[in-house]
């Protein structure tokens, strides 16, 4: 049943809501938002940089997703652990910037210590799914699936992060490590969608975790895209673009993910489960 078709009618309407509810994606975000909305209320001030912590808040929940679903199926079938290791080095460069330092905090009240433990909490999740597909459950973990090296995505981003990296810490390197978290971030999912390429399936936890971390980079897209230029320095040649190269950079892995999300966004609209979002004759 289509979607425009069922809000000219109020019973067909009824029905499509009522199916729409009944799915784990609706159940999955309903949820969140409503714990976003006491978030928000408890702990920002309502500046516009809460974007910043809203971006990481997403991000944590969606590796808790991930972690809850192992730990119930006991299993990590479906999990790209290359991607996981990607995020270890994410939140660490990441944590190392805004820890000791002010410079890339958020201005909103959340960025006294909200924003920094929902990196520390990103951080102790993805190793705890590491931990997974490494020892507790990994009889369950498949590498003939994930098999694109990340070592390709992580040398590069440390490469790049050398050359183009602002300078809001004023310490050469917090202010490189937290580009490269950013650059990294920016390809990471790779790992995952190879992975999925390869299986020929998706998995539900896996499929709302990527859809998360599309809505988390969107957020922090909006945000520096309308303060990249607190990124550059003016003064120098090639810093005098950093603040560009960042947004380029964002906005690369909204591309990047745009096909799976285009599949995914079918996938809620049709009412049927997102681990079908690879079957082109169901979406």
């Not at 997703?65 to 996981?84: A, P």
């Not at 993805?126 to 699936?145: K, L, M, N």
Request: aromatic share 16%.
């Amino acid at each position: 049943m289509d979607f425009q078709q069922a809000i000219k009618d109020p019973e067909k309407l009824k029905v499509t809501l009522l199916r729409y509810m009944k799915t784990e994606a609706f159940k999955v975000w309903a949820g969140f938002l409503s714990f976003v909305f006491a978030i928000y209320f408890l702990f920002s001030s309502g500046d516009f940089s809460f974007l910043l912590t809203l971006s990481s808040l997403v991000s944590v929940f969606s590796f808790l997703m991930v972690v809850v679903k192992i730990e119930s199926c006991r299993s990590v079938k479906g999990v790209s652990l290359k991607m996981m290791e990607c995020y270890i080095a994410i939140f660490v460069g990441r944590l190392f910037a805004i820890v000791p330092f002010e410079g890339y905090l958020p201005f909103d009240k959340s960025g006294d210590w909200l924003y920094q433990l929902c990196e520390a909490i990103g951080l102790g999740l993805a190793c705890t799914i590491v931990y997974f597909c490494r020892t507790r459950f990994a009889s369950t973990y498949e590498p003939s699936t994930d098999t694109l090296n990340h070592l390709y995505l992580i040398v590069p981003a440390l490469g790049i992060s050398l050359i183009f990296h602002p300078n809001l810490n004023n310490f050469l390197p917090s202010d490189i490590a937290w580009a490269f978290a950013l650059y990294l971030e920016s390809v990471a999912v790779l790992c995952q969608l190879f992975m999925f390429m390869k299986e020929g399936q998706a998995q539900e936890h896996t499929s709302h975790f990527l859809a998360a971390q599309a809505m988390a980079k969107l957020l922090t897209f909006i945000f520096w895209a309308s303060s990249f230029s607190e990124l550059s320095n003016p003064n120098h040649y090639i810093k005098s673009f950093v603040g560009n190269w960042v947004v380029v950079m964002q906005l690369v892995q909204l591309l990047v993910m745009g096909d799976f999300i285009y599949h995914y966004i079918r996938c809620i609209r049709k009412g049927i489960p997102v681990s079908q979002l690879l079957c082109s004759d169901n979406v």
